[in-house]
């Protein structure tokens, strides 16, 4: 195949369509490629060609809950130590006054305060 062939063959040679949009509209198909990680060409692209166009801001607020989950489990692990009266709180000394227990839960209530407001949202 030689390469005047194979030029004809790609996006960058190929056709471009102009589509005259006002200055709003300009900006939501902006924010809307923005919000599924895509050029805006891309995405127009597949919206006209009619493909499915999937956000990909719920998987980025899974992932931000598998964070905040995971330092859910973590705070919960050193309460539990410290309610079981673990031997290994000897070694680390007696840290563990009231103060430090209440702030212990204040933090994982903030957590659960976190979990909640990124699962709302998420959009089902």
Same mark, same amino acid.
Request: aromatic share 6%; glycine share 6%; with cysteine.
């Given at each position: 195949?030689?390469?005047?062939?194979?030029?004809?063959?790609?996006?960058?040679?190929?056709?471009?369509?102009?589509?005259?949009?006002?200055?709003?509209?300009?900006?939501?198909?902006?924010?809307?490629?923005?919000?599924?990680?895509?050029?805006?060409?891309?995405? =127009?692209?597949?919206?006209?060609?009619?493909?499915?166009?999937? &956000?990909?801001?719920?998987?980025?607020? %899974? /992932?931000? !809950?598998? *964070?905040?989950?995971?330092?859910?489990?973590?705070?919960?692990?050193?309460?539990?130590?410290? =309610?079981?009266?673990?031997?290994?709180?000897?070694?680390?000394? &007696?840290?563990?006054?009231?103060?430090? %227990? /209440?702030? !212990?839960? *204040?933090?994982?209530?903030?957590?659960?305060?976190?979990?909640?407001?990124?699962?709302?949202? =998420?959009?089902?």
């Amino acid at each position: 195949m030689s390469a005047n062939k194979q030029q004809e063959h790609t996006r960058k040679y190929g056709k471009h369509l102009r589509v005259p949009v006002l200055p709003g509209e300009e900006q939501k198909i902006k924010e809307n490629a923005a919000h599924v990680s895509l050029p805006v060409a891309e995405y =127009l692209r597949r919206l006209s060609l009619g493909y499915e166009v999937k &956000s990909t801001l719920d998987s980025e607020y %899974v /992932l931000q !809950l598998v *964070k905040v989950n995971a330092d859910q489990g973590r705070l919960g692990g050193l309460l539990k130590l410290w =309610l079981t009266d673990d031997p290994k709180l000897a070694v680390c000394g &007696s840290d563990w006054t009231p103060g430090v %227990v /209440l702030a !212990l839960l *204040k933090r994982i209530e903030a957590n659960q305060d976190e979990m909640l407001r990124l699962v709302q949202a =998420l959009k089902f």
